[in-house]
């Protein structure tokens, strides 16, 4: 049971770059999260998702899209890349309200 | 728009002592959640304990317990004879509402245990 993947664990991008993180979860789970996590810094919400078909804003959603086809996948995209978006990303689901969610190893993602 | 505060940027806390982390929440919806997690310093995300707004006794979960004080809006998380692998960031964390659809988080209080 692989739980949250995310791919790739670590990336470089030149500004004005694109890119999609990728995040898949086995477990059948309706809830999805994209968080970034600066330095030193709490987890800010960029993107939720409540099933296949539904997504809406978080915190922070400035410079991000997001998708969600499937119950599995919620992948992140980055269309113009900014030295403002270096951070760590983390993908978590959950499988009902008073349920914790799990959390994927997290994308460490550079803008240069 | 809720709102979740932790007060504490960092503590360091004597091996075998008890510890408290503070949280304080802002939420005029009556249904929510509240969790706390630890994140050592390799960086995964681990669940402590999770306390819903109608639960009628304080969580507990081993050594984690959560003093909340719905008046005060507080949920502070009491570590009870600390280790050394207690050392980490602690994350408190809400979901408002019935949908419990949108979690936020706090800064995060990073705590450091003496041996």
């Known amino acids: 049971n692989a739980g949250v993947t995310q791919t790739p664990k670590f990336r470089i991008l030149k500004i004005g770059q694109s890119m999609t993180l990728q995040c898949a979860q086995d477990m059948n789970h309706n809830y999805m999260y994209w968080y970034r996590q600066d330095p030193g810094m709490g987890l800010k919400l960029i993107y939720y998702?409540?099933?296949?078909?539904?997504?809406d804003k978080g915190e922070v959603p400035n410079g991000y899209n997001v998708s969600r086809s499937t119950t599995e996948d919620f992948p992140l995209r980055l269309e113009l890349a900014a030295p403002s978006q270096t951070s760590v990303y983390f993908c978590a689901s959950k499988f009902s309200r008073d349920q914790p969610q799990h959390f994927g190893d997290g994308t460490r993602l550079s803008i240069l | 728009a809720q709102k979740i505060t932790q007060t504490q940027p960092g503590m360091f806390v004597q091996e075998k002592e008890a510890v408290t982390l503070d949280c304080t929440y802002d939420t005029s919806d009556p249904s929510y959640g509240l969790f706390w997690y630890k994140q050592p310093s390799s960086g995964e995300m681990i669940f402590l304990i999770y306390q819903g707004s109608y639960d009628q006794q304080n969580a507990t979960e081993g050594r984690y317990s959560l003093n909340f004080q719905k008046a005060r809006k507080s949920a502070n998380l009491v570590i009870s004879a600390s280790q050394l692998g207690d050392s980490a960031m602690y994350f408190c964390?809400?979901?408002?509402?019935?949908?419990?659809?949108?979690?936020?988080f706090g800064s995060g209080t990073r705590l450091s245990i003496r041996p």
């Open positions: 998702s409540v099933g296949a078909g539904i997504t």
């Open positions: 964390a809400m979901r408002e509402g019935s949908s419990a659809s949108k979690i936020i």
